[in-house]
C-alpha cells in the first residue's frame, strides 16, 4: 500500500475510533501498565481488567510483586489464560527490576526486553502509553490481520509488518496506527469474519467485499 493510501486510512481511522487512540488495558501508573501489559499476551483487554481491578488494590508498587509468594500471586491471576507462567514471569521481572533498575519500570525497549515476559509488543506498549517513547510499534494479532488484508506487508509476520510500518510512517503515527489497527480488528475486520458492507475502509481496502469503482490502493 503506498505511503498516501495508508495515511488516508490512519485518518478514516482516527474519525471512526477516537476513543480508542490509547490502550484498553487500565491503569494509573506505569507500574500497573507494565503488570497489565504483562498479563496481556493470550487475554482480552477485558479480562486483564477485570483481573488487575482487584489485583491493583493490593500490589501498589514494583516491590510488592518481588516480595510476594508465588501461590498467592497465582491465586489472583487465576481469571487469565496461562496465569501460572504469567505469575513467575511476572515475579522474575519483578525480581529484576527492583535489583536492577531500582524499582523502576526501564525506559529503553532493549533493557525491557531483557526482562522475563516481555517481548517486542509488550515492551512496545510500556514505552508508547507509559513513556511516550516510540522505539518501534506494537504488533498484536488484530495489526497482523488488518495489516495483511490491506496488503501493507504480505508475510503476516509480525517483524517484517512493524518494519514496514515504520519505514512508511513517521515516528508521530507509531502510537496510533497500532491502537487503531486494533479497534479495527476488534470490530468489523475481525479474523475469523470481517464485516466489509459496514467498514470505514471499505472504499480503499484492496480485500474489501464491497464492490467500488476504483480503489485507491496499491
Ligand atoms: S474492508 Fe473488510 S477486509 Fe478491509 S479492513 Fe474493512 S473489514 Fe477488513
Redesign the pocket.
Known amino acids: 500500500m503506498e505511503t498516501k493510501t495508508l495515511k488516508l486510512v490512519i485518518k478514516i481511522l482516527k474519525r471512526k475510533y477516537r476513543s480508542e487512540l490509547r490502550t484498553q488495558l487500565i491503569h494509573k501508573n506505569t507500574t500497573e501498565l507494565f503488570v497489565a501489559a504483562l498479563l496481556s499476551p493470550q487475554c482480552s483487554d477485558l479480562q486483564v481488567n477485570k483481573t488487575t481491578k482487584e489485583l491493583f488494590k493490593q500490589f501498589k508498587t514494583i516491590s510488592d510483586y518481588d516480595k510476594t509468594n508465588l501461590k498467592t500471586l497465582q491465586g489472583h491471576l487465576k481469571g487469565l489464560n496461562y496465569y501460572k507462567t504469567k505469575a513467575k514471569n511476572l515475579k522474575k521481572a519483578a525480581r529484576r527490576i527492583v535489583a536492577r533498575y531500582g524499582g523502576k519500570i526501564p525506559q529503553r525497549l532493549d533493557d525491557l526486553m531483557t526482562l522475563q515476559g516481555v517481548g517486542r509488543k509488550v515492551g512496545n506498549v510500556i514505552l508508547s502509553e507509559g513513556y511516550n517513547i516510540y522505539e518501534g510499534i506494537a504488533i498484536d494479532t488484530h495489526c497482523i490481520t488488518?495489516a495483511t488484508?490491506?496488503k501493507i506487508e504480505r508475510t503476516g509476520k509480525p517483524e517484517k509488518i512493524e518494519s514496514r510500518l515504520m519505514h512508511q510512517l513517521d515516528r508521530k503515527y507509531w502510537r496510533d496506527v497500532s491502537n487503531l489497527f486494533i479497534a479495527?480488528g476488534r470490530d468489523?475486520?475481525r479474523s475469523r469474519k470481517?464485516?466489509?458492507e459496514r467498514?470505514v475502509?471499505?472504499k480503499i481496502?484492496p480485500?474489501?467485499?464491497v464492490i467500488v469503482g476504483t480503489k485507491a490502493f496499491a
Open positions: 488488518v488484508r490491506l479495527l468489523t475486520c470481517k464485516e466489509c467498514c475502509l471499505n481496502c480485500s474489501s467485499d
